[in-house]
């Protein structure tokens, strides 16, 4: 049982890509609990001193708010469990599972989840950029979407509109990694549902609708303030939003997730929702999302910290 004297380790940065974001995400949480009178302290993530300073600053628990890279591909958790130290969030499998779109895509496909048609390529695979242009064209038409299976924060998804975009697509996907997925672009509304476990029981939150003001949910678009409006609850009527929800929770059970996690779906224009991919550690910025579905159910953000960290084990 967690007490308000325990040392808290709140986890963030590291060597991700999005390092910056997990800072922010950390410090907001970090603050958060202190506000509810725990004794949380930050920790930059360094990898092979980690053990070391949750030792040295004999930390009970750790609450994980490291975005990409060791955060949410199992790393820090098999760590952590190594060790026999608690921390919020998914597991091992299901966080190295959720980090990889690629792994993620079989999951959802194999259990017959509504999911984008796709192409998994692998690096070694795509020597011949032109025949593979040639081959997306033909599956997929334009616009197709085109994503590097192991980053989030949208790092490394590009929606090319004209063929002479999918070879420089492809190439920026394949810098960030070794399998690049190509899927068919869904023309619809861009939701998301955050997911509490409590008591064995999954809840969804409020289904949002995202509406990102340059048409693209991208990096700028999700962490400038201003640049997307978000409908919370999204105006979609009891039937759809039940949809909605239902893919969402499916998801979560297929893919092993545990604690707060948030599904990406698409809703094309027959109300048919495709999921795109989970989220094991959600921002926990001024503009993210799980913070906003809680709040439309009268959760605050400390209580929503506080519920997160009561999860962790």
Not at 85 to 90: A, D, L, Q, R
Not at 135 to 153: C, M, N, R, W, Y
Request: aromatic fraction near 6%; proline fraction near 5%.
């Amino acid at each position: 049982m967690i007490t308000k004297n325990d040392v808290i380790a709140v986890v963030l940065g590291g060597p991700s890509s999005e390092a910056e974001i997990s800072r922010v995400t950390g410090g907001a949480i970090a603050t958060a609990l202190r506000e509810k009178g725990y004794n949380a302290k930050e920790v930059e993530l360094v990898p092979d001193r980690l053990l070391a300073t949750l030792h040295a600053m004999n930390a009970k628990v750790v609450f994980n708010a490291v975005h990409g890279k060791y955060g949410e591909d199992g790393r820090l958790q098999s760590i952590l469990e190594a060790a026999g130290i608690p921390y919020t969030g998914c597991g091992v499998l299901a966080s190295a599972v959720s980090m990889d779109k690629s792994a993620t895509k079989r999951y959802l496909q194999s259990a017959g989840i509504s999911t984008p048609r796709c192409l998994i390529i692998n690096k070694r695979e795509a020597e011949d950029l032109a025949a593979l242009k040639a081959h997306i064209l033909e599956a997929f038409g334009l616009p197709v979407v085109i994503k590097a299976a192991t980053q989030g924060s949208s790092i490394g998804v590009v929606i090319p509109k004209e063929s002479e975009e999918i070879e420089p697509a492809l190439k920026e996907a394949f810098s960030y990694s070794e399998n690049v997925l190509v899927e068919e672009c869904i023309k619809g509304k861009e939701l998301t549902v955050a997911l509490m476990e409590e008591k064995d029981e999954i809840k969804p939150l409020p289904v949002i609708w995202i509406a990102p003001h340059s048409g693209a949910y991208d990096f700028h678009s999700k962490y400038t303030k201003g640049a997307t409006d978000y409908h919370c609850p999204a105006p979609l009527g009891d039937e759809v939003t039940a949809h909605v929800q239902a893919l969402a929770v499916a998801a979560y059970k297929v893919l092993g997730l545990s604690g707060v996690a948030r599904i990406d779906v698409m809703l094309d224009e027959h109300n048919q929702g495709y999921v795109l991919e989970a989220n094991t550690v959600p921002g926990m910025t001024a503009t993210s999302l799980v913070p906003k579905a809680a709040a439309a159910v009268g959760i605050s953000f400390p209580d929503l910290c506080e519920k997160i960290l009561l999860s962790a084990k």
